[in-house]
Every structure is written in C-alpha cells, then in structure tokens.
C-alpha cells in the first residue's frame, strides 16, 4: 500500500525541548516538502529536499531542522529555538520535475 | 514572489447546486497547477492536476480549468453532495528550475442537505 506515513500524530512538546516529526514514504519520489499550516491559513513551507543529502530553506525555516539521508524519509526537527510551534505539520513528496504532490495525514504538534 | 488567492474563503449551499471556487496567482510562468481537498484534522488529497500546457482537467463531478495567461483556475463542482464538504486548497508549482508548491488560503465548503 503505497503512501506517505507521518508519525506520531499527535505530539507534545514542552518548552525548551527538541522534537522530530517523522516522515517515510514509499512511493520512490525524489522531492519531499515540510509544510506547516496554523488555523485559517495556507500552507507554508518549511523545508523542501529534490534529492538525497541535499536540501533548501522555505519561507520559514528558522527554529526547524531536517536531514536527508535515505530517499524515503525526510524527518523535520523542531528546535527550541522555534517560538511558536503549536501547528499542524504536513509532509509531501513528489516524483522528479515536479508532478502530482501526495501528502501524509499529518502531525499536530502542541506545546504544553 | 508568487502569490495564490483563493475566492470565496468560505461558502455554504443546499444539496444539489453547482459550485465555483476560483484561485488566482500573480506569477502566470507555472509549471502545474493542484487543486487538493482537505477534511478536518486531515492531510490533502490531491483531487486534480492541470499541467501548464493543459486548459482542464475532469474527475467524476470535478473540473478544473486554467488560463494561465489570466493567472486564474476554477475548480466547477457538479451536483454537491453533503459529502463535499471540506476545505479546497489550489496550489501553483514555480517553473524556471524550482519545484515548491505555493499555496492559498482555502475554500472552507459546507454542504447542507
């Protein structure tokens, strides 16, 4: 069964604290993407990777941090440094030359 | 900077009706264009993609059209059903050597029997 899988999905973080959002997909992609979305909003991008070990900065990559090394996973840590954490977490990937874009279910993080 | 806007933000109908949800972007140099439905709580589900080179796409009752010239898609739903009801997000996807999918807002779609 082909797809994006995203864990935990419901996760607590206290403050000062570490956490990584885990990502794996199946599906033999090249391109995954961090999307982060809050309430009445778009969806952001966080990080974005078009292959293995490498990887760029979206529009909001300050407090976040990701790796790259297997081509089906691309885990998302959010460091303490990330102000406001509290949101919902999307992970996507896509084939190379960017077609279709399938999501996971995602992770909705909390600070507590 | 690409922009994406997407008009109405919310909208409620009775059962039955056809719709029309529109997406707007700033920049008309796309590589695709994606329309997703999101449900509470939940990931995307890609509904329909519209290469740059395409006019419309159609999925059972969907259709989505795009005039990239303009720098606007449609997104026509055919005989709503309370099942539609979701959030429809409209995504552009950058030519020129970069690969992010910029999104709008949403459609907040609430379907009433």
């Known amino acids: 069964d082909g797809g994006i899988t995203q864990s935990p999905k419901y996760l607590f973080r206290k403050e000062g604290q570490n956490v990584t959002l885990s990502c794996e997909q199946n599906l033999n992609h090249d391109a995954m993407y961090w999307y982060r979305q809050d309430p009445g909003q778009g969806l952001r991008l966080i990080y974005y990777?078009?292959?293995?070990?490498?990887?760029q900065k979206g529009d909001i990559a300050e407090g976040y941090s990701v790796s790259r090394e297997k081509k089906e996973s691309f885990p998302l840590t959010v460091t303490s440094a990330q102000k406001n954490p509290t949101a919902f977490y999307l992970c996507a990937s896509s084939a190379a030359g960017g077609t279709e874009a399938f999501f996971g279910q995602g992770t909705r993080l909390t600070v507590v | 900077k690409q922009e994406v806007t997407q008009i109405p933000a919310a909208l409620s109908v009775p059962e039955g009706e056809n719709l029309v949800l529109n997406c707007s972007f700033t920049?008309?140099?796309?590589?695709?264009l994606q329309w997703f439905r999101q449900d509470p709580g939940k990931g995307l589900t890609s509904l329909l993609l519209i290469q740059s080179s395409q006019r419309e796409q159609t999925s059972g009752r969907l259709n989505a059209s795009l005039d990239k010239s303009s720098g606007r898609s449609t997104l026509y739903i055919a005989a709503s059903q309370p099942g539609d009801s979701a959030t429809y997000l409209c995504a552009v996807r950058g030519s020129g050597g970069y690969n992010k999918l910029i999104f709008g807002a949403g459609t907040r779609l609430a379907v009433h029997p």
């Open positions: 990777s078009q292959i293995v070990n490498d990887f």
């Open positions: 920049d008309s140099a796309i590589y695709n």
